[in-house]
């Protein structure tokens, strides 16, 4: 089975450092994949290169069979892989409902001359897009709907923020999305939530997840593998109490016994 | 626990009980530099030449005693409370504190006076003279004059600390009708003249006197009609709303198609209603609308700061000048104006993208300076040797004609005012129809954060080129109708100055704001042009209000409801809470 998301000797530095560091990495389609590893490992450098946010050194991304380096980040969205931002990045000057609308951009076509003619063609997709836009915050309940369709991004609370987030990310109809510590300062009745919540997404959506996580509870609820770097390598990979107990995934974390007694 | 917090946090946030004298004599030094200030740059003389305003009192007088109003109204004010917290009660600390201001502010003057008595100063401050001296005395001896000024300055400051005892729903229809009677003063000329023009000879022998000031009774009586006027009327203008907005579908589109038409008409009748000079004077806040709403997509939705707008407008001016004077040496095709419009914005299309592409990869500050530096470029292109045959050089082209329809020509200002409403309404309606639209989200998201924009599927480059391309199409119907209405085009009047003060009108008016930059562009362009007397400091007072804008309203006289939602939402004062305790939850969850 080819892999939807194929990842072969993908290395980045920054200056010195070595962010990515020749790793090779394969989604298949329907999996949800965690990946971890201690502060710096590269888990966001990783996210970055793979939307091309940030350029590529060495190596080969492959979607759908398909390589994708080198493309720019609208394009790449376009072909299905749509993420979130570790530190929350919404439009806050606008409504909620336009935070979604604008991920489907990519998805629809209406130029300049149509909407200032406000053409048949024109208005319906604007309905269109409004009314996938209103579907998508309805799928948080009744966190995300009726006045706060009206209310600016930036009004919202924190975990509001990280759901607006997703549902953007959900807007572009994805194949594949990236979630970036979607559980980070969220209290654990939300955090709960969340990890049911990325189940859905995954069962209800049909999305392929690849998630970074730091919160080990989350890791073991969601993650059908995953996967542990350190200094921008993979250092192991399997199923949750795989490498929960893996030998070097602690060292990473705890530092080595000898160090630390 | 709860409450014992509140208490703290209130005793805190309301000023102790007593008048806060630090801050009334901070505020009252403030009134007194700024006193000083305006007489030494000359605006207390050059105001006070224009004649008296209201019963004896000149534009300089008036403009001298304001300050002390204006910095008593200012040292009354309690400091901002957030939202949710009580209020301090007014009471006569407002009046201290605002007559303590008034009192500051009268001896720095009476310092200034005395100094300026005492040693010449003329040689540096050229307009620090005697007659400045006889204005700030009042036109009598040293001693009695600062007497005066100083009595007369304590009492304007306590006035203005007891306006805060009204309340705001009594103090906003005062001030309204003070402004109103001072601008019936100051623009006695043109209202007499419209007066006279309507055949209203009676009510302009009623309200002037035969030297032209406000017949102080007179004075009076609109005063306090227009104060009833504002007091009656203080809720109708949200009533009506309501009552529109509970209304069907329906109906409520009859209602503002109603509202439309009558608009419609009012503009249509203005410019004989107005008499020439003043529609002139709104032809000119008119061109400058045109490109205030270009600029408003390029800065306000897309968020790229340009300061070279100017360039836009002057490719329009040349490009129309170029087509339709005969007086270009190497090319006068001498069209039409209708004929050559397509091309004029054809030339501002190519003028957008040539100026987008190379900027595509910047950002903020660096944008804003390589643009600066593209409106000169312009300027310079059309100034230089090497095209004169074409441009003119510093002489210009000359011999524009009208705008004809058939046989109906465009000339003189209430003709031209047509020709500037059809081209303002079609700019407003695409402004309109575009902020609302796909690629108006794109501007926006781009505006908030280019990256983020670019990684849901915003093509970026195309959103830049656009907001670009659309810019410079309004700005060259401003310089189309710019040069059609001047008659000829000169290198000069297409310096920086207008980009500034383009980007000025926006900023005052309301960012991504339609109403707002029309008042911009009414109060900055026009009002200035009524009163002659400011053109000299027109750059000072566009600095002032700047300033003072952004101190006390920084989303602009009339913001998007969006920027309004964003700057007085209490939710904002809850985010921060909500923030606090995500940064908290994650300092806990990192400490496990």
């Known amino acids: 089975m080819v892999a939807l998301l194929d990842i072969t000797g993908l290395g980045k530095s920054f200056g010195g450092v070595r962010a990515i560091d020749g790793l090779d990495l394969h989604v298949d389609k329907g999996e949800i994949v965690s990946v971890i590893g201690p502060n710096g490992a590269g888990k966001t450098t990783l996210f970055n290169l793979i939307t091309g946010l940030i350029p590529t050194d060495e190596g080969k991304v492959e979607f759908e069979g398909v390589d994708i380096l080198g493309l720019p980040p609208s394009a790449i969205l376009e072909r299905g892989i749509a993420r979130t931002f570790q530190n929350v990045r919404l439009f806050p000057e606008m409504t909620v409902r336009e935070n979604v609308m604008v991920a489907q951009h990519c998805r629809t076509k209406a130029g300049v001359l149509a909407a200032i003619f406000r053409t048949p063609a024109f208005r319906r997709e604007e309905e269109q897009i409004r009314r996938k836009a209103e579907d998508t915050l309805g799928f948080f309940g009744n966190r995300l709907v009726g006045y706060r369709f009206d209310q600016l991004a930036m009004a919202l609370s924190y975990a509001n923020r990280r759901r607006l987030e997703i549902a953007r990310a959900m807007a572009s109809d994805p194949k594949t999305v990236l979630l970036d510590e979607p559980t980070a300062g969220m209290n654990p009745r939300e955090t709960q939530e969340l990890t049911e919540l990325i189940g859905k997404l995954r069962d209800e959506r049909g999305y392929t997840i690849l998630v970074i996580e730091h919160d080990m509870r989350v890791v073991k609820g969601v993650s059908d593998r995953v996967v542990a770097l350190d200094y921008g390598r993979k250092i192991a990979e399997g199923t949750y109490d795989e490498v929960a107990h893996d030998e070097r995934v602690i060292e990473a974390y705890l530092g080595r016994k000898e160090a630390a007694g | ?592």
């Open chain 2, 1 to 592: 626990m709860a409450e014992a917090v509140q208490t703290d946090l209130r005793e805190e946030l309301l000023p102790a009980r007593e008048v806060d004298l630090r801050r009334s004599v901070r505020v009252g030094l403030l009134g007194g530099l700024t006193a000083v200030f305006i007489s030494a740059v000359g605006m207390v003389q050059s105001f006070d030449e224009a004649g008296l305003v209201v019963g004896p009192l000149s534009f300089g007088d008036l403009l001298l005693l304001a300050v002390p109003f204006v910095f008593g109204v200012l040292a009354g004010h309690p400091p901002p409370v957030l939202k949710g917290f009580a209020e301090p009660t007014s009471g006569a600390r407002n009046v201290i504190a605002g007559g303590v201001a008034g009192l500051l502010t009268g001896v720095v003057i009476g310092v200034f006076v005395a100094l300026v008595d005492t040693f010449d100063v003329r040689d540096i401050f050229t307009r620090i003279s005697p007659e400045l001296l006889d204005i700030l005395t009042y036109g009598q001896t040293l001693a009695v004059g600062i007497l005066i000024g100083l009595v007369a300055d304590v009492i304007l400051g306590l006035a203005g600390g007891a306006s805060q005892l009204l309340g705001e729903r009594w103090r906003r229809p005062l001030f309204w009708a003070l402004l109103v009677v001072v601008m019936l003063g100051v623009l006695e000329a043109l209202v007499s003249q419209i007066l006279r023009g309507a055949r209203l000879g009676r009510v302009q022998d009623a309200l002037y006197a035969p030297t032209g000031e406000l017949r102080l009774p007179s004075a009076i009586a609109i005063g306090l009609g227009l104060f009833g006027l504002g007091l009656w009327l203080r809720d109708q203008p949200r009533a009506v709303r309501q009552r529109i907005g509970a209304m069907e579908g329906e109906r409520r589109r009859l209602v503002t198609a109603g509202a439309l038409v009558a608009l419609v008409a009012v503009l249509g009748i203005l410019p004989w209603v107005l008499g020439p000079f003043l529609t002139e004077v709104l032809n000119i806040a008119g061109i400058f609308l045109l490109m205030a709403l270009g600029l408003n997509i390029v800065v306000g939705l897309a968020g790229l700061l340009d300061l070279g707008y100017v360039a836009f407008f002057a490719v329009g001016a040349y490009t129309t000048a170029v087509l339709t004077s005969p007086a270009s040496q190497a090319f006068s095709p001498e069209l039409s104006f209708w004929v050559a419009l397509p091309l004029v914005i054809l030339a501002a299309v190519a003028a957008g993208l040539l100026v987008g592409t190379p900027v595509l990869r910047m950002r903020g500050d660096y944008l804003a300076i390589v643009t600066l530096g593209f409106g000169e470029i312009a300027r310079i292109l059309f100034l230089s040797d090497a095209l004169k045959p074409t441009f003119g050089g510093a002489q210009g082209i000359l011999k524009i004609p009208d705008i004809a329809i058939g046989p109906i020509e465009f000339r003189g200002p209430e003709l031209f005012f047509y020709a500037i409403l059809a081209f303002a309404l079609l700019a407003g309606y695409m402004v309109y129809a575009l902020q609302d639209s796909r690629i108006g989200r794109a501007w926006m998201a781009m505006r908030e954060d280019e990256s983020v924009a670019e990684a849901m599927g915003v093509n970026t480059v195309a959103a830049k080129l656009w907001a670009f391309v659309i810019g410079a199409m309004l700005a060259s119907f401003g310089g189309a109708l710019f040069a059609v209405k001047v008659g000829s085009v000169f290198p000069s009047s297409f310096n920086v100055i207008v980009s500034f003060t383009v980007l000025i009108i926006i900023i005052i008016g309301g960012m991504a704001s339609i109403p707002g930059v029309i008042v911009g562009a009414l109060i900055l362009v026009a009002l200035p042009e009524l009163l002659r007397e400011f053109q000299e400091f027109r750059f000072l007072l566009y600095g002032a209000l700047l300033i003072v804008m952004m101190l006390r309203r920084p989303e602009g006289l009339i913001p998007s409801r969006r920027r309004a939602r964003e700057l007085h939402e209490e939710e904002v004062v809850q985010d921060a809470w909500l923030r606090a305790q995500a940064a908290e939850a994650s300092a806990t969850a990192s400490g496990e």
